[in-house]
């Protein structure tokens, strides 16, 4: 089984910060990253796939990039209905990573 | 607009058997693949089970193998879980999603809990 790696599994931010987190998978999933925020007490909702698309209506402060092993997902200007749980997903065989929660400092 | 709709869950005993089911509606569903995806309580997502847009083709996480069945009407734009001799780590919100190569919709949820 493919194992996705998230780090960090939680962080402290501010209103307005730039936010990064990370996903390394375990073998070489080429573009098959998925990236998903899970609001409490909803349901997951994409944002981000194939590693860098932005799905439809989801605000260009959210980026993705990488490629093969290791991916990135950056909130550029955090706000506070950014605060969630954010997930990444490969695509090949459907693993999620243990999930990044955004709290506030 | 496209909406999903779980129903189904409960709490079951071990080695019981429990039938989910989702309603589709606000786009074609027999051109989709659909999938369930759950969440055990504080837990992360798992990817349980997919289903092609005929119903012809089913994959399954290994732990659900021989135990769940996942099917589908299209005429009823209706997706199903079989959750046979289900465990205490069955216990999940079990979410009906629609694939494609991604889950792009995603119903509310539904919860199972598995418990004597």
């Known amino acids: 089984d493919i194992v996705m790696t998230q780090s960090p599994t939680s962080m402290s931010i501010s209103v307005g910060d730039r936010v990064t987190m990370n996903c390394k998978a375990s073998q070489n999933v080429g573009s098959n990253v998925d990236w998903y925020q899970q609001k409490t007490g909803q349901s997951p909702k994409l944002l981000i796939y194939k590693a860098s698309n932005r799905y439809t209506g989801v605000p260009d402060r959210f980026t993705g990039s990488g490629s093969g092993t290791d991916f990135t997902f950056t909130i550029s200007n955090m706000q506070a209905e950014d605060l969630a749980v954010y997930y990444c997903?490969?695509?090949?065989?459907?693993?999620f990573g243990a999930g990044t929660k955004l709290e506030l400092k | 607009e496209v909406q999903l709709v779980e129903s189904g869950g409960g709490l079951v005993q071990p080695g019981r058997s429990l039938k989910l089911s989702c309603a589709a509606s606000?786009?074609?569903?027999?051109?989709?693949?659909m999938a369930w995806v759950r969440q055990a309580p504080t837990k992360g997502l798992e990817w349980v089970a997919s289903?092609?847009?005929?119903?012809?083709?089913?994959y399954y996480r290994d732990s659900v193998k021989g135990r769940f069945t996942i099917s589908r009407d299209n005429a009823k734009s209706t997706l199903y879980l079989q959750m046979d001799s289900l465990r205490s780590e069955d216990t999940a919100t079990y979410y009906c999603?629609?694939?494609?190569?991604?889950?792009?919709?995603w119903g509310p949820g539904t919860m199972v809990t598995v418990s004597s």
């Open positions: 999603t629609r694939e494609d190569w991604y889950f792009d919709f």
């Open positions: 606000g786009f074609t569903f027999s051109n989709y693949y």
């Open positions: 997903m490969q695509s090949n065989s459907y693993t």
């Open positions: 289903i092609t847009n005929s119903g012809g083709s089913t």
